[in-house]
């Protein structure tokens, strides 16, 4: 099967500038997770959703961090305006109804903001 | 709030070495645990979870790793490492609360280094 996508795989960019990311779950997996790692540090939960809805986004920035999945399949996380302590890679996960404590992770979106 | 703790940051290990990463977590109910992995230039993947029954687990590649609740820790291991075992290994927790289950929590990471 094929596995989390995600793009673009690195971003760079000015302090103050806007920036989105882009992920593409398993097919048939109903929950998407955005996580932030930034380096030396585990992988940090910034937002889960259950299809189209959200489940959990109490450590999202949200003066400055928005996420949205609208049909409940693919999803963009935007930074607005980005501060150079952005700077980290941005995993996005999903799972299946069935196994939703095993989370497959994509790539990842390597940020740098100058 | 929960935690995990890993104590080694970078281990390094000629081949053929034993390998034990430890893992400590705070949490005083039912918990699921888990070590991912992430080779140089790869994604995380899951390398082995421990949900319930028997203690210790079997994953990928000749790791194990064993729950013991008494000391709150799921240390990894492996008898006999490789240098395709170089990568960054991650544990993590979530906590299960009746029928629903907890964000997953990463510790820090602790990179291997294996030398051939």
């Known amino acids: 099967e094929a596995g989390v996508a995600q793009s673009p795989r690195y971003k760079i960019i000015e302090k103050r500038q806007s920036v989105a990311f882009w992920c593409n779950p398993i097919s048939g997996h109903a929950t998407l997770y955005w996580y932030q790692q930034i380096l030396g540090q585990g992988p940090k939960l910034l937002i889960q959703f259950q299809n189209n809805g959200v489940v959990d986004d109490s450590q999202l920035p949200k003066d400055r961090f928005s996420a949205e999945r609208l049909k409940g399949v693919d999803s963009t996380l935007k930074i607005q305006p980005a501060k150079l302590e952005d700077s980290a890679v941005y995993l996005c996960?999903?799972?299946?109804?069935?196994?939703?404590?095993?989370?497959?992770f994509g790539p990842g979106t390597r940020l740098t903001v100058t | 709030a929960q935690s995990v703790s890993q104590h080694n940051h970078h281990v390094i290990l000629s081949e053929a070495a034993s390998l034990e990463l430890g893992c400590n977590y705070s949490y005083g109910g039912t918990v699921n645990l888990f070590w991912y992995v992430q080779y140089p230039g790869q994604h995380l993947q899951l390398l082995l979870k421990y949900f319930s029954g028997d203690p210790l687990v079997k994953g990928i590649k000749g790791f194990e790793a064993e729950f013991i609740k008494s000391k709150f820790s799921f240390n990894l291991r492996k008898p006999s490492v490789q240098w395709s075992d170089t990568a960054e290994y991650f544990c993590?927790?979530?906590?299960?609360?009746?029928?629903?289950?907890?964000?997953?929590?990463f510790g820090k990471g602790t990179k291997l280094s294996v030398k051939p």
């Open positions: 996960a999903s799972s299946s109804p069935l196994l939703t404590y095993e989370q497959y």
């Open positions: 993590a927790v979530n906590a299960r609360y009746g029928g629903s289950q907890g964000n997953l929590i």
